[in-house]
């Protein structure tokens, strides 16, 4: 990603074509708002246990990178090739997370059971662990 984003924003701005020009900012907006959704993808699906939004988050992800592919592309073909890796990484985590929310029913808040630090020398969490009483 960064070394596709040099290249781009090196070999666009230093054209003499004014379409490559816009075509690089219009990159570098790409860039920006494929960094804030990978930005914001992890905490909804582990902290705040949000499949459907996640899902969708990393859908949106995964097009805007593949648009920013295509627009770098056209600034420097090998700009645009140097994200086809992570557009191969982002389906597979596409897949992921919403195999794992289909899964689960789209609800991740009751797969884990909090024991009290009482009944074992340390808390731990398991899926569907059985009570020892």
Do not use: C
């Not at 939004?53 to 920013?68: F, H, Q, R, S």
């Amino acid at each position: 990603m960064g070394y596709s984003a040099h290249r781009a924003w090196t070999t666009g701005m230093a054209s003499l074509d004014p379409r490559k020009v816009e075509l690089t900012r219009q990159g570098a907006t790409l860039y920006t708002i494929q960094l804030g959704l990978n930005l914001v993808w992890m905490p909804l699906f582990f902290k705040l246990e949000r499949p459907i939004e996640a899902t969708v988050d990393i859908v949106a992800l995964t097009g805007i990178t593949g648009y920013l592919a295509y627009t770098w592309g056209q600034v420097d073909e090998i700009s645009g090739w140097l994200l086809a890796p992570y557009l191969a990484w982002l389906g597979f985590a596409t897949y992921l997370s919403a195999g794992t929310g289909y899964l689960n029913g789209w609800n991740f808040t009751d797969k884990e059971r909090h024991r009290s630090p009482g009944s074992k020398s340390h808390p731990t969490k398991y899926v569907d662990e059985k009570d020892d009483e």
